[in-house]
């Protein structure tokens, strides 16, 4: 395949200012290469445009992201408004969802030029990745949590074997492809296995799909020992894999290391649809100002590429994502300092400084 | 009250190692006092214990922790002892339930003269509470969870009004209580109301409960999102309160913000009794060395020693708590380095140096 359709979700506040750059960023790389081709289709989802339609993900945008061969997102949501439940607007989270996006691909790389939020000299070699389970874990049954009488409310965890065969499957060979540059080949289980029967059914489920991949090193490790190690060795992980509500704690203190939501890609990947999103939200207090920090943007615009380029087997579409990549931190090598880490570079010179 | 008896858990691998010179530099500190004295009743518990009798927690022992005035524990558990059915054996969690200590008192605190783990020079001025309720949330019906025909696993996540009432109160109370040490009297909820029935819940009644405590002021937070502020602004906090399974994994992170578990002290405090414990395990790999630090044990102490001075209205108890965090903060400020953060200081050498 040589022509990618990409569908655009911009969304709601700086999800719109960073998406911008972005596609301007993939049509250049495009243009420069006889070996692929991207179209852009622009479509309507989140907060804002609920207020104004009644519709946060509309018939037309399901449509396009079904038919696309990835989906763009920039950021949804918007602090006042609400469901008439009082729940957040997040379609990001009915696309997880519909799509059945299970594996949420959070990479966690130092990037160069940006300093590190820790102490210890080694916090400039961290490059793991945490992928979190999208669609089930406490997430599963999230719009059917109840409160009873005003005395007492419930949510459910729910691990399944089906979702965790897929997620495991794809953690393995994710680290496995992750082998060949050169990385330990090591994937770690994070669960809660001692206290919560659940999470026992995914560690047993992560052992038994451990067999298909004996040249992968696994090791099983706690949530909570694992935020302790995020801090004190970060550079020690290769990739983990967890539950979706310990994967949103885990990857935001992540984003943590890497200087800030605004350095942190995403990927909600399934067996047939993958959204590349920045991990940081619509951010209202920035947003049209010009200050928003569009590296994770571009950053998932690189990870989109090169996930178009392995799926389909077109070598100067992985490419051109790893040049993208290569280019953010070259640009950040040579003294790029978002607001967000108490600099003065917004978003066009940070894009521009890329180009 | 001028006499307090203390039931003291040592439990297994280093939790008796670093229980021993705690209740020494306590029976230092009462000994030193006219107005208070201490009473030590050594008892059986842990996962050896339930290894060698097939009783994790004996009657006997519950018998003691329901007359004292207070509990001291080590830490309990072991890698390959389990019960029957796969789960730990960790009896902590189960004082927890049995005498209701709802509130997991987890103080977050920069040791003068360790360094810090974060780059930031304010890395040094953290201080902040993290109160973890204890009693329920997703630990609620942890002996509960369902494997369904080896397909589906579930467990349930439970919020009740009854549990939250103290909570809050608790946690309100402990922050105007800290604002007369010159904190800025701030308390922030941390939540996943944008996502979870139950946890909107919590929220809604933290917000009811506000209306007892208008002198302090109150912050709303997400999980994700605090996870990225302890690591970006943990300086910024005052007290937070958060569900069981949160603060579980927010606790380690900042035990890794103190520069490991054997910093971290912790009490459990309920209506009537109170437990205190070092947030780490029991660490079979340096068991039995005289590597473990003790530091978390005696600020531990220190801790219930405050506890009692307060609920007791024994002001020579309560500055005698004071007296040894200051002591061991003073011993560190003249240089101790503990294995766990790369020094040679063991076990013995950091309790001698506090005395
Ligand atoms: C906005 C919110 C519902 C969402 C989530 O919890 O998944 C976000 O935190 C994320 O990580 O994508
Ligand atoms: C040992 C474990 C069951 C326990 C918990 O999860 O509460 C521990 O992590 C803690 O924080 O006290």
Redesign the pocket.
Known sequence: KTHFEIAVLPGDGIGVEVIAPTVRLLEQLASRSDSFTLGFKHCDAGALHYQKTGEALPDATMDSCRSADAILLGAMGWPELRYPDGTEIAPQLDLRTEFQLFAGVRPIRSIPGIPSALSDARGADIDFVLIRESVEGLFALRNEGVVIDDREARDTMVITRAICEQLFDFAFAYTRERKKAGTPGRLTCVD?A??FASLAFFRKIFDERHAGFSDIAVEHAYV?ATALNMIKKPWAFDVMVTENMFGDILSDLGAGLMGGMGFAPSADIGINNAVFQPSHGSAPDIAGKGMANPTAAILSGAMMLEWLGTRYTNPAALAAGRQLRDAVDRAFQAGLAPYEIGGKDGTSAIADAVE
């Open positions: 809660k001692n206290v909570d």
